[in-house]
């Protein structure tokens, strides 16, 4: 069975944004990383809920707490900074699905959020849905 593409029925606007991100700490997301990543297998996005900058002390020590609380190793390719990421609503999923937003069209046209953002490469058995099954998914982390 080949997975399906999610699809996105509409995004969260503005002020849909912010209520649903009122008691949220985090978003956790995981996703099959490309395939010549071998070692690396799944593609981690933390989505931390601010929008300030963090000293670079402070983001070692959020990365190291996420890497031991979900047994992640060989963390490579980290970009961790603020950054505009939409919410889109899909058919499938009970919340909406984060979306880090690279692109300067998608930037300007999807409503969204500024939030610190750590993106990465990663091994994890315990995120086999995504390193075996090539599935995405994502958790939300609650105050």
């Given amino acids: 069975m080949k997975a399906q593409a999610i699809k996105t029925e509409q995004y969260l606007n503005p002020k849909e944004i ?23 297998p799944v593609h981690f996005t933390i989505f931390l809920n601010t929008d300030e900058k963090l000293p670079k002390e402070i983001q070692d020590a959020i990365l190291e707490k996420f890497l031991q609380e979900h047994k992640i190793e060989k963390p490579a390719e980290l970009m961790s900074q603020l950054m505009p990421v939409g919410f889109a609503l899909t058919k499938a999923q009970d919340t909406p699905m984060p979306m880090l937003l690279v692109k300067p069209e998608d930037q300007r046209s999807i409503p969204h959020a500024v939030m610190h953002v750590m993106d990465f490469l990663a091994d994890s058995d315990a995120f086999n849905e995504a390193k075996k099954d090539n599935l995405t998914g994502w958790s939300y982390s609650y105050e």
């Fill in 18 to 40: 912010k209520e649903h991100l009122k008691n949220v700490e985090y978003i956790i997301m995981a996703a099959p990383a490309p395939e010549h990543f071998k070692q690396t």
